[in-house]
């Protein structure tokens, strides 16, 4: 019985372990959630630059072209015989000088912007990769903190192995199924006055007289093994007494 609580006791620390290692690794979601929103918004930040040099690039090409076409005009004007012809055609470089100088503020504004939002790309680079690394530097402590909880663990089972050999095969047996069944938790309880530790319902007299005495006896309400504390607590100090 004395073997069955020790197991018990590290059973519980073992059970411990195991939802720190389920839960650990959660808190690294969180960190995930941050580390994908920061990467977004850099790409944003580097988006909105490269839209800007489009815009900027189009403007360009466009005047090259307008101003092709111009040359392309002045050369046929020399060529026109009507005046007709020639004010038309005058009238469409005028109208593609217009364009060319509306494009050239365009592009004016363009690489304002673009100034503006390389600069402001610079500090949200900064300030990401200053973030990133805080939630790399806690991640690698929650890994620290999981390594530590499977050390923990795989420590106890280790102390635990010897235990269930020299513990009484039956009562190993009757501990390990209530376990299955309860999951987590003690499959050994304390009787408390007249009620069960586990279940807290009352215990018929006769089971409480028995478990006074000395017996581990199952509650008829949850199934739980209960068992003297002070039996036990003497039976500690004087192992024989068992
Ligand atoms: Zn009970």
Redesign the pocket.
Known sequence: MKTLLQIQALDLRIENCKQRETEIPKQKDKFNVQKNRLAAELKEAEERCTAIELTQREAESANEQKQAQIIKYEQQLMGVKKNEEYQALLHEIDALKKQISQNEEKILQSMEDLEEAQARLKEDKQRIATEQSRIDEQCGEIDVELEEAVADRKVLETEREPLTRTADPELMQKYNRIRRRLSAGRAI?PLNGE???????F?RPQIVNEVLAGKVH???????L?YDKPTYEASSVDPTAV
């Open positions: 309880v009620s069960c530790g586990g279940c807290h319902m215990v199952p509650c008829q309400h949850c199934s739980r209960m």
